[in-house]
């Protein structure tokens, strides 16, 4: 059982909401789509669900084309960022309807309904309506609905987003222990990059409606295709300068020249973009490797137990200048305009060619999830 596109794109009035996409999804298999604002992932999943027809393109399921299949035949189940329940029926009603929709019998959807309320920690609320419930209960109520029936695809989008952090927490959770039993198509949308790391399974980053890079988010973190990719998994966003090789020296603008490593020795000469990670740009030298940047204050700003802290460099007699951005996971305070030294670990930069494609990756960047 698989559900596959083939060189799917969708165009609305002449815009284009995804470009010649190409995948497959495998039986219990657990998919993220991450990517921004626009990026194309609630219109991959309504071509999915059937709701919306594409443009050039197939669909298969089950080696079916049900390009052309009504969503009401299809067999899935989707979950929306808004907590979508029958606001006049209780819970229990809630998770039962498509099952009474269905004939199930009444044993059996008592079974089932008891079952998905326990795993989603919402079985003593069952008599209560929606409206009587929190917001992440209301949206358990909502999953669970989706969940009960047991349908080969259940699609999500965002579903998590409106939520608070610990609530976000919990059901990212336990919704990766659900589907480690299911034999279930489960496919989530995501704007953020620690949901699909969190999450597991395989990660589809898509941009601008095409798929950049398919593969498991821990690779794709260490190893980005290209600056697009590179930059999803990054928040604060990456800091990118370009910069001209020449013999082993990175000169970016006078009088800023970067001697090279044995991580960048062997570039040939020419332009590039490079990009580092905001945490891995330090405030005191770490190895011999690193290099001092004079800057200035331009901004630090708190979040919670952490600093996201702005600085620039000026080059060129002040002419020009380059900004820079710190993650310090601490709470620490400047005094804006003061003068203050970075370190940047030239082993931790990324290289791109000037259109953006990765050439070289840090040895040490990758992630642990547990």
């Not at 059937?50 to 299809?74: E, H």
């Not at 919402?122 to 358990?140: H, T, V, W």
Request: with cysteine; charged share 20%; net charge neutral.
């Amino acid at each position: 059982m698989a559900l596959e596109l083939q060189n799917v794109s969708l165009l609305v009035e002449e815009q284009s909401y995804l470009n010649d996409v190409s995948l497959k999804f495998e039986a219990g298999s657990f998919n993220v789509l991450l990517g921004r604002t626009l990026a194309g992932k609630t219109s991959l999943l309504r071509v999915l669900a059937g709701l919306d027809k594409p443009s050039r393109g197939r669909v298969f399921y089950n080696d079916q084309n049900v390009t052309g299949v009504a969503v009401q035949k299809r067999g899935l189940s989707m979950v929306y960022q808004q907590f979508i329940n029958y606001p006049h029926l209780t819970v229990w009603e809630n998770i039962a309807s498509p099952l009474q929709l269905a004939k199930v019998s009444s044993g059996e959807i008592n079974k089932r309904v008891k079952k998905i309320s326990e795993m989603l920690h919402i079985g003593e609320y069952m008599q209560r309506l929606p409206l009587e419930l929190s917001g992440g209960q209301q949206q358990r109520c909502a999953m669970a609905r989706a969940l009960v029936k047991d349908a080969g695809i259940i699609l999500f989008d965002e579903p998590l987003v409106n939520l608070d952090y610990k609530l976000r927490e919990e059901l990212r959770s336990e919704l990766k222990a659900l589907f480690k039993t299911r034999e279930t198509i489960a496919i989530y949308a995501t704007t953020e990059a620690h949901e699909a790391l969190a999450l597991g399974g395989t990660t589809t980053l898509l941009h601008q409606g095409r798929v950049l890079q398919t593969g498991g988010a821990q690779q794709q973190f260490a190893k980005p295709i290209n600056l697009f990719a590179a930059d999803l998994y990054n928040e604060p966003p990456l800091n990118v300068f370009s910069a001209y090789v020449s013999n082993g020296v990175l000169q970016i603008q006078n009088p800023i020249n970067l001697a090279s490593t044995a991580h960048l020795a062997d570039l040939p000469n020419g332009q590039y973009q490079f990009a580092i990670r905001p945490n891995h740009i330090a405030l005191h030298t770490i190895s011999a490797t690193n290099i001092a940047l004079k800057t200035k204050v331009a901004l630090a700003e708190i979040s919670a137990s952490e600093t996201y802290l702005h600085v620039k460099t000026s080059v060129d007699s002040e002419q020009i200048s380059l900004s820079w951005i710190v993650h310090i996971l601490s709470i620490m305070s400047f005094r804006t305009g003061s003068d203050l030294d970075i370190f940047l670990p030239l082993e931790d930069l990324f290289v791109f060619d000037i259109e953006g494609n990765a050439i070289r990756w840090p040895a040490t960047h990758s992630v642990t999830v547990l």
